[in-house]
């Protein structure tokens, strides 16, 4: 019982071996990152097994498009976490709970308007992928599946919002496991949703994202209900949602560029997916396959799987970062920002490896999809987008480092000019790399090295990103006075 209870105590980030604090708190966030992917697999695998050719790609397409408007989410939540780690590092129980009262009336705004926004984005966003109605049959079908799951998962946008802003709130007081926990359950819920909703009532695209939707209810609940339950001196008082504009300006200071951010690096990603259909496109300007749409989705979503160990280990320098901050261990932060580069590189040696090995004979490819519609143009597709992207592996770890590094001492101007940079250089190598090697306009006669345009867009992107992070991470994070070094805490 006492192991089982220590589990549950918060981790104090400012104190202990460096790496080793940092790698602690990080394996619960991975975890969750991982069921988090679990829920994409499942989705994916559920409906590939369940669904015809068409309905799997327009699921497939609408990956970016729901990222828009749920990276924007994470993003304000993940900033407003900050002002909590520093209120836990200065040990300011009333400042937390004041902080987390206003990351509930903030969440609960954004909510509102970002559903109301998304709903009446639905069909500009997918015209901007090239998916619009139409007498093509096979174009009309992707269309229709993806606006219906993308509406579906918009009109529940509120109940990813709420459990991310729950969970940033736990991981800022250094508590990973409570998140992982809950969503665990959730992820069993949602697979047994889909098998329910999908394989037995027949429901289609409308049944995944149902599904998903009630999960991820049942997680944002769950985490409220413990955190009130367990941790007794963060239980708010009617005095704690006062308002108060500076508490609100402050919060979103700091949530507001990092959401603009996430979803700016979606807008790129949209871009690219927009140039990905025009490889399943005649010259005529029909969609008249799916091959390029699914092979990129399922080396997407692998991806994805991939990069959890980077995310989870920039998510842990957030609260690292914030905590440290707050206590003044400026050293500390260098250290630990030092040491994270190191697991870094372990990471990027194991997962891209991993990654390499699943491409053999697009084995990745049937986790997602039947048999059936996996051939070798999709393998085709699938395989150089990964080559491309695992190739370079390590800065993007680089790049969740710094970026949550500097987001955590405060510096959030940095981050966003590093969205912006990101999504300057993967628009413009999407929109001109590809057409200047094809020699012309992208479509299904498109030559195959024309698909190196298209798949180097990611690392490139990082790059420069990459770089304008370093420049902020110099000036803020490695260049502390000999004097400040001395008096700091380096325990």
């Known amino acids: ?33 991982i069921f988090q992917q679990i829920y994409t697999i499942a989705d994916a695998a559920i409906c590939g097994q369940f669904l015809n050719e068409n309905q799997v790609a327009g699921v497939n397409n609408t990956g970016n498009i729901v990222f828009i408007v749920l990276q924007f989410a994470f993003g304000c939540t993940a900033g407003f976490s900050v002002i909590t780690s520093n209120k836990i590092g200065q040990k300011d129980i009333e400042g937390v709970r004041r902080s987390f009262a206003t990351q509930i009336k903030l969440s609960f705004v954004i909510s509102i308007i970002l559903t109301i926004i998304a709903i009446l984005c639905i069909n500009p966003l997918l015209a901007v992928i090239g998916l619009k109605a139409s007498n093509n049959p096979v174009q009309n079908e992707i269309y229709e599946s993806a606006k219906l799951y993308v509406l579906i998962i918009f009109a529940g946008t509120f109940t990813q919002i709420f459990y991310n802003q729950v969970c940033s709130f736990l991981r800022s007081v250094g508590d990973s496991l409570t998140p ?6 959730s992820t069993v819920v949602n697979i047994l949703l889909d098998l329910l909703f999908i394989a037995v009532f027949n429901w289609g695209v409308a049944g995944a994202a149902i599904a998903t939707v009630i999960a991820q209810a049942i997680s944002a609940i769950g985490c409220f209900i413990y955190t009130f339950y367990h941790y007794r001196e963060y239980r708010l008082k009617k005095s704690d949602f006062s308002f108060n504009l500076n508490d609100d300006i402050r919060h979103l200071k700091l949530g ?21 259909i025009k490889f399943d496109t005649n010259t005529a300007g029909q969609v008249v396959t799916s091959y390029a749409q699914n092979g990129f989705g399922a080396a997407t979503k692998l991806n994805n799987f991939l990069m959890c160990p980077f995310n989870a280990l920039g998510t842990a320098m957030l609260s690292y970062c914030g905590q440290n901050f707050g206590a003044n261990k400026k050293e500390r932060i260098k250290l630990g920002v030092k040491q994270a580069f190191i697991i870094v590189f372990i990471e990027y040696i194991i997962f891209a490896g991993i990654g390499l090995l699943l491409t053999i004979n697009g084995f990745y490819l049937y986790i ?5 519609k996996v051939n070798p143009e999709t393998i085709r597709y699938g395989n150089i987008y990964l080559y491309c992207d695992l190739s370079l592996y390590f800065i993007l770890g680089m790049l969740f480092v710094l970026r949550n590094s500097l987001q955590g001492i405060g510096k959030a101007l940095y981050p966003f000019l590093a969205g912006i940079g990101e999504l300057a250089g993967r628009t413009m190598i999407c929109l001109t790399l590809p057409t200047l090697i094809n020699g012309g306009p ?26 304008i992070m370093i420049y902020g991470a110099v000036k803020y994070i490695f260049k502390i006075s000999s004097n400040e070094e001395n008096i700091i805490n380096m325990k």
């Open 1 to 33: 019982m006492k192991i089982l209870k220590r589990l549950f105590e918060p981790i104090d980030l400012s104190k202990g071996i460096i790496w080793k604090v940092i790698v602690l708190f990080s394996i619960p966030i991975l975890l969750s990152y």
């Open 180 to 185: 992982l926990l809950f969503l665990i359950f």
């Open 256 to 276: 507001l560029p990092l959401a603009f951010q996430f979803s700016i690096l979606c807008i790129g990603l949209i871009v690219m997916q927009a140039v990905i």
């Open 368 to 372: 997602f999809y039947s048999a059936d």
């Open 442 to 467: 992208i479509s299904t006669e498109a030559s195959d090295i024309s698909l190196l345009g298209i798949s180097f867009a990611d690392p490139l992107a990082w790059i420069f990103a990459t770089s």
